[in-house]
């Protein structure tokens, strides 16, 4: 960095002449700030790619695929692990688990490992507005009871109130009682408070997000939303979309001959569930009975569009906003989630479908033409339309990438400095990035060139 201009001022010119330069400076300063890219980071829990633009011809996700047609689309991204906190502590601090010494929830990272800085934390440390709606973080000891405030944050997390109904009984099984199960269609008059936690999160979100049109200064908006995690509970009228009739089985429902047992996951989370303990399965291997197999599969594609329509009413709003023209969007998920693939449910294993996640972003001007005056890149696209048509994805790159490299994608995408590559080890170093720099994938032909784009990464 050169030295401040106030300095060589003095020495060269003298107080009056100085007093001038801050003042110059603080107009450049200023610039820079009004010309910053927001950042809105969407991060889902346990979504794996099965979604319209990523070639699933069942799944309806009208207003993901829209974002997808705007935006440069990483068929091949992975997560570092398939667990919620390992991951989420992962991707966000932009190092590996075995550098966060994170492998499961119970250690924090700045306590057992280093004082490692976060992407929130970098973007408020460079004048950003730093908030978070919802599950971005994971809750509990991984991010010190927190979602690592202050540091990460200008101001403290959202989190929706009827999040604490999740786990309890509110799902009205056939005997006509509460239960606490797997499978949760809901009446969402009749549930705690009367709506659900994705649904507080998006207007929470937009209601930052008209706060933010008026400001000063750019602004970092992480929204995690919890569906698809269980348990699926979701507005029972998702359910309509998927007929269990249409309900396929995985194409590959056997565990695999001479799997070793480290490689299996029971998936002893969703035993817990009292329908699923209703049917007394075998441990560890099951198998599930084929008819549950499938309303589990509805459950999970009816959990994946009912989040699909909390995304469409925040991208919207993002229109009407008009900020759709200086805020770079990125979409990704902290891991995926098996559907019966392998004889596997759940996540916890290293298995494809348990690792592999939705990754896109969209950058304005970049992945897509600035929007014209009234023009609405992100107009609300109704998942129950019979004429909504598959969007295709814009640009699409089919190199295999990981999550551990949203962090300095993201910097480099909004103009900031790009941290620098850790050294090996990095437990005493606060800021830098174990992940590959993605920026030479926006290089796109046609388009200006960017001087934040360096020449190879």
């Known amino acids: 960095m050169p030295p401040p ?24 300063q200023a610039s820079l700030t009004t010309d910053a890219l927001n950042v809105l980071l969407i991060i889902v829990d346990d979504l794996r790619p099965s979604l319209g633009c990523y070639g699933d011809k069942l799944v309806r996700s009208p207003n993901i695929d829209q974002l997808a047609s705007h935006s440069l689309l990483f068929q091949n991204a992975f997560a570092q692990q398939a667990v919620c906190a390992p991951s989420r502590v992962s991707f966000l601090t932009g190092r590996r688990p075995d550098t966060t010494r994170l492998y499961d929830f119970n250690s924090y990272w700045r306590v057992h490992a280093g004082n490692f800085s976060t992407i929130p934390q970098y973007f408020k440390d460079n004048g950003y507005v730093t908030m978070s709606v919802g599950k971005v973080f994971h809750p509990g000891i991984s991010s010190n009871h927190s979602d690592d405030s202050p540091y990460s944050w200008s101001f403290p997390p ?18 006509g009682e509460l239960h606490a199960n797997l499978l949760c269609p809901v009446d969402v008059v009749d549930v705690p408070e009367g709506t659900l936690p994705d649904k507080q999160s998006t207007e929470e979100a937009i209601r930052l997000l008209e706060k933010m049109k008026t400001s000063a200064s750019p602004f970092f908006l992480a929204v995690g939303y919890h569906k698809p995690h269980i348990p699926f509970r979701y507005p029972k009228e998702f359910q309509k979309l998927y007929p269990l009739e249409n309900i396929t089985l ?39 009975p084929v008819d549950f197999q499938r309303k589990i599969r509805q459950s999970y594609f009816a959990s994946v569009s009912y989040l699909d329509t909390q995304v469409g009413h925040l991208l919207s709003a993002l229109d009407d906003l008009q900020l759709a023209n200086s805020t770079i969007v990125a979409f990704t998920s902290d891991h995926g989630w098996a559907l019966g693939e392998h004889g596997e449910w759940a996540k916890y294993s290293n298995f494809d479908v348990a690792t592999r996640v939705p990754l896109m972003l969209y950058v304005p001007g970049r992945t897509a033409a600035l929007p014209e005056a009234g023009e609405k890149l ?52 606060e800021l830098c990035r174990e992940g590959k720099n993605l920026l030479k994938h926006f290089r796109f032909h046609g388009l200006e060139e960017d001087p934040y784009l360096p020449g190879k990464p």
């Open 158 to 175: 959202y989190h929706p109130s009827s999040e604490k109904y999740e786990n309890t009984k509110t799902c009205r099984g056939p005997d």
């Open 250 to 288: 995985a194409p590959d429902p056997e565990v695999p001959d001479g799997l070793p047992a480290v490689a299996y996951n029971p998936w002893m989370d969703i035993r817990q569930r009292e329908d699923v303990q209703a049917l007394n399965i075998s441990v560890p291997y099951g198998p599930i």
């Open 5 to 28: 201009r106030t300095g060589r001022c003095l020495l060269l010119l003298g107080l009056v002449l100085g007093s001038v330069c801050v003042t110059l400076g603080s107009q450049a």
């Open 378 to 429: 992100f107009p609300y696209v109704d998942p129950f339309h019979s004429a909504s048509e598959l969007m295709e994805p814009g640009r699409q790159s089919t190199d295999i990438v990981e999550l551990v490299s949203l962090f300095p994608t993201l910097a480099g995408l909004a103009g900031l400095q790009v941290p620098p590559r850790c050294p090996v080890p990095s437990f005493h170093v």
